[in-house]
């Protein structure tokens, strides 16, 4: 049928909520087998458009219901309650390599969802609308508090949850490209846990000495949630991603002073040079840089750099001195860092000295090294800035594949939160590894 | 469970989930936010309305340990997490309309439009009410809450019926309304004048109207304000309960035979909505949307309408989750009194969520069907 029905009503419920949420869009008062297109668009902080859309075709009842209707093509394809988001990509024309980041957690993700007459796959812009919602997605729940943190040297963000406490701390900590990355610890403190993010590469310190920090940095930003009056000392956390997993790895076995009550690696890896500061390890990867491949695109393959897994035990973290519940997640198509193959190390290592009781891994068929918060746009490679002097701009190839990589983000997050809650809430014995999740 | 609603800070309401009979028992979803009432040592008679819809309203959901009936505010919560609830959805407009003498605020829903329109009034209090114009637009309607007199002046306003036409051709004009769907959504003295602009104006055709907690019972002409003194002549039939609140639903009764004392219904030629609770101490609404519908069948135009009718609900049936108030303080003469408008908390509660449910259903059906509309639910 090509008439244009009257009056499209589209809706989105709901139309304001947390990034990690669920939302359900309803298309009615179509004419039935009606063909359209519902299309998502998004212009991220830096001015770059990004876009998803899906072909659907209205049932008997002139309805679409995009959590229970098939797209028949698009950005994605099936049954998917949350594919308009989660396979939003720059619109045609855009530069090659972006990777959407949200910078500043107090605005929403603002996205405008639209449903347009017909199988359309471009010229978005030029069609006529039938029907327009604009949603938001907050990083930040109503009452969480955002503290900017300077004491000790630190360059640091704590997101406060909502309500009295006192409540389980979390560091937070993110890769090898630096910068103050608010977003999860947001996400994180809309969830319960008093999150602070940590920039540890760049942070100011960094930048008026030309020094990188040493292990001082995070054992101080752990002092600081263990002292907060609204966080409870004996229930901290750390959760690392990429570069982030090694430093947690090293201060939940080494340190003195951090004491966890469990920790979360996400992309990482426990392989690095023992005793020494971050410069040592950076500079282990660099002497290993000749191993650095390029895809046929010219995008830059590291995950050979830490291969093979060493045997040597001074150049990696010794897991069976570990105390506490690990979860480690990984993408078996991770291609900036061999994060399957260090799990399987850990593992091993971890039932030799017997403590794999502690250790739960998820490991995702063709999820990349990018695993985030979930719905988010997937990045297969992306422009990275190195945090050398001078700097290098390079195409980082990040590896996945955009549904398995977008359902392991999903996935992982949830167990990611269970994980915590119950380690962090939970009674006084520590859980073990959860098979259950 | 304990919420407390921060307002403004002279305003607190608090509810409490045990106390003879308690504000909710069994299990209610969304008992939290329909039970709360004015903390202990609140003024009497006190209605919560949002009047800044730009910004949500606030509730705090706490936990306190053990069962707690008192002194919420003297102890420390387990938990809590702040709850914002919003009348307007993202990317809904919000538009001063000062135009051809008429006052209101225009919601305009977001993208490319057009859209159905409606013009949303309340009742005898007055003012600019914008809460239920703001959540129609968030649910697709070009909706346009009207202003018509000042508060606690209802007695003098000096409008006729070309004030309310004027204002639908207002939003009937209106470049992103659909000028052949324009409705007319109201309440109490809202409903009256929805009811009269139906069956008696040659210059606006509503594509459907929602009345609630109205009635038909006045004479053709004259201005608001004679509209309502014509409403209270009867004063010597106003009853007082035992607390001195003012039962005002015996002004109405009888309901008179003679069709000149009342709206000619039955020229209606609209689908109709109209939507009462049974315990409606303020005005006789059921009995005269039963007279209502007599005149329509003795006209032959019963098809367009349908009655919603809620036992134990009252006057004040609003959008839902919305708290029940039995009685609260009104503006007579310049005078404050109580006037006690019905229901009973958890049965009002119901009447909100299913009438706001089957008004939005109707006004789908009626507002937005390619067909053409259909007149019964």
Known sequence: MSMKPLCVKLSVQPSRGLVDEKFTILVQNLLPGFQLTIHALHQCEDGHSWEAFAHYTADATGTVNVSEDPSLDGTYSGVEQMGLLWSLR??????????????????????????????????????????????????????????????????????????????????????????????????????????????????????????????????TAYRVLEQHPQILGSRIAMLGLSFGSTVTLRMAVYSQVVKLSCAVCISGSHVQPIGGGLEQILASFSKHAYKTRLDENNQVIWR????????????????????????????????????HESAMDVKEMMDQAGNSHLLTVLSYKNAGHLIEPPFMPFARASTFKTITNPPTKVMVLWGGELVAHSRAQEDAWRKTLVFLRENLYGGMKHGASFSNL | MY???????????????????????????????????????????????????????????????????????????????????????????????????????????HGPGPFPGLLDMWGGGGGLLEYRAALLASHGYASMALEYFNPAEVNTAELELNYFETAFNIVRDHPQVMSDRVGLFGLSLGSIVSISLAAWSSV??????????????????????????????????????????????????????????????????????????????????????????????????????????????????????????????????????????????????????????????????????????????
């Open chain 1, 90 to 219: 720059p619109v045609p024309g855009s530069k090659y390599g972006l990777r959407m980041r949200k910078m500043n957690v107090q605005t929403p993700m603002v996205v405008t969802i639209s449903v347009y007459q017909g199988h359309r796959t471009e010229g978005f812009l030029d069609q006529v609308l039938l029907a327009s919602v604009m949603v938001e997605r907050w990083y930040m729940a109503p009452g969480v508090q955002r503290v900017p943190i300077t004491d000790g040297k630190l360059t640091a963000t704590l997101f406060l949850p909502s309500g009295p406490g006192p409540f389980p701390g979390l560091l937070d900590l993110w890769g090898g490209g630096g910068k103050l990355v608010e977003y999860r610890a947001a996400l994180l403190a809309s969830h319960g846990i008093a999150s602070m993010a940590l920039d540890y590469l760049t942070p100011q310190i960094t930048k008026e000495t030309g020094k990188m920090v040493d292990n001082d940095y995070f054992e």
């Open chain 1, 304 to 339: 050979d750099l830490m291969l093979p897994i060493p045997t040597d035990p001074s150049l990696k973290v010794d897991m069976g001195r570990l105390q506490c519940p690990l979860l480690l997640v990984v993408g078996e198509d991770d291609q900036n860092w061999p994060t």
């Open chain 2, 3 to 109: 919420i407390n609603l921060r307002r403004k800070p002279l305003l607190s309401v608090i509810a409490d989930d045990l106390s003879c009979g308690g504000t909710y028992t069994g299990k209610e979803a969304m008992g939290l936010l329909w039970s709360m009432r004015p903390v202990p040592g609140s003024r009497e008679g006190l209605r919560l309305r949002k009047l800044n819809v730009c910004i949500p309203q606030l509730v705090n959901i706490s936990v306190y340990s053990g069962h707690v009936g008192v002194g919420f505010r003297e102890q420390d919560p387990l938990a809590s997490v702040l709850t914002e609830r919003w009348y307007m959805a993202p990317g809904v407009r919000r538009i001063d309309i000062k135009e051809k003498g008429v006052r209101g605020t225009l919601f305009i829903p």
């Open chain 2, 204 to 377: 606006v055709k509503p594509r459907c109207c929602v009345c609630i907690s109205g009635n038909h019972t006045h004479a053709r002409g004259g201005t608001i304000g004679d509209v309502f003194n014509e409403f209270i002549t009867n004063v010597h039939k106003v009853r007082m309960d035992e607390n001195n609140y003012e039962i005002w639903r015996g002004m109405g009764l009888p309901i008179p035979d003679d069709i000149s004392q009342k709206v000619d219904v039955g020229k209606i030629n609209c689908p109709i909505l109209l939507v009462n609770g049974d315990d409606d101490q303020n005005w006789p609404t059921v009995e005269s949307a039963e007279d209502m519908a007599q005149m329509m069948r003795a006209a032959g135009n019963e098809h367009l309408l349908t009655r919603l009718e809620y036992p134990d609900a009252g006057h004040l049936i609003e959008p839902p989750y919305s708290p029940h108030f039995r009685a609260t303080k009104f503006l007579k003469d310049g005078q404050k009194v109580i006037l006690l408008w019905g229901g009973t908390t958890k049965p009002h509660s119901d009447a909100q969520e299913d009438s706001w449910k089957k008004i939005l259903a109707f006004l789908q059906q009626n507002m937005y069907s390619s067909s053409g509309p259909r007149a019964k639910l």
